[in-house]
């Protein structure tokens, strides 16, 4: 199935990096928490072959999700990988034995982090790493310049092709590009978390990619009573709608949610092709 049927078609994030803007996100291949393996593995290695077959060509994934066990997994499902499959990973944090998430962004930590990548998605070089920066839904503080740098390192070693950042600010991500050029940016946003809606539009302008994580509310799943009273209208899931109107807010929005079933991404993949009408924008865009 050609991947261009997809909703939303594809985006150039950089020369030769072509995805689709309807991706997948691996995180809930592993366990709950997303810590420890999956209950039925096979299941989890029929989505990532699902999505595969519907044209997907944008993944991502950390070692860290598990840990270790999403990337093993997608090994398992699709090495040797199709030519037009890109996959994203992102380092900068650890899991602990209590499932936390530490940082982990000394350069010592990063050079590990992206060789437990590379080894074990089964790659010679990673096509684009994200430095995790933030906590788990807003960016923090401070500099980014030593770990960016590392990271910046790796890539002119051939390691890495290209870079991006997770959780941060638009300071921060001004800090990074004066270091090396950044393709994407990957940040907590969704039909009713709009804090980088500004931010969306600047790096619009400059061709660089947006990806909003937890696009559908993260672990809890967005309650609006506007978004179920213009989902009803459509005949559609509020899930589709908000999918939809991601895709519809800025032609950068790259989407990646995730799910453990063939079925949800099935759903997933024909609700983001709902079409909303300027009047629908209008409701839900209130919500923000």
Known sequence: MAAQILPGGTF??????????????AMQLAGPGVFGPPKDR??????????IELGITHIDTSDYYGPYVTNEIIRE????????LHIVTKVGALRDADGGWP?????????QAVHDNLDRLGLDALDVVN?????????????????????????????????????????????????APIVCVQNFYNLAQRADDALIESLAAQGIAYVPYFPLGGFTPLQS???????????????????AWLLQRSESILLIPGTSSVAHLRENIKGAALVLSESDLTELNSIG
């Not at 995805?19 to 997948?24: E, S």
């Open 12 to 25: 150039t994030m950089a020369e030769g990096l072509t995805v689709t803007r309807m991706g997948y996100g």
């Open 42 to 51: 096979d299941a989890a290695i029929a989505v990532l072959r699902e999505a």
């Open 77 to 84: 499902a699709l090495h040797p990988y199709p030519d037009e």
């Open 103 to 111: 940082h982990a962004r000394s350069p010592e930590q990063l050079r």
């Open 131 to 179: 430095l995790r920066v933030g906590g788990f839904d807003s960016p923090e503080p401070g500099s980014i310049a030593e770990p960016f740098t590392a990271l910046a390192q790796m890539q002119q070693e051939g390691l890495i092709k290209h870079l991006g950042v997770s959780t941060v600010s638009a300071e921060q991500i001004a800090e990074a590009q004066s270091i």
């Open 225 to 243: 009573g506007t978004l179920e009273a213009v989902a009803a209208r459509l005949q559609a899931t509020p899930m589709s709608v908000a999918l």
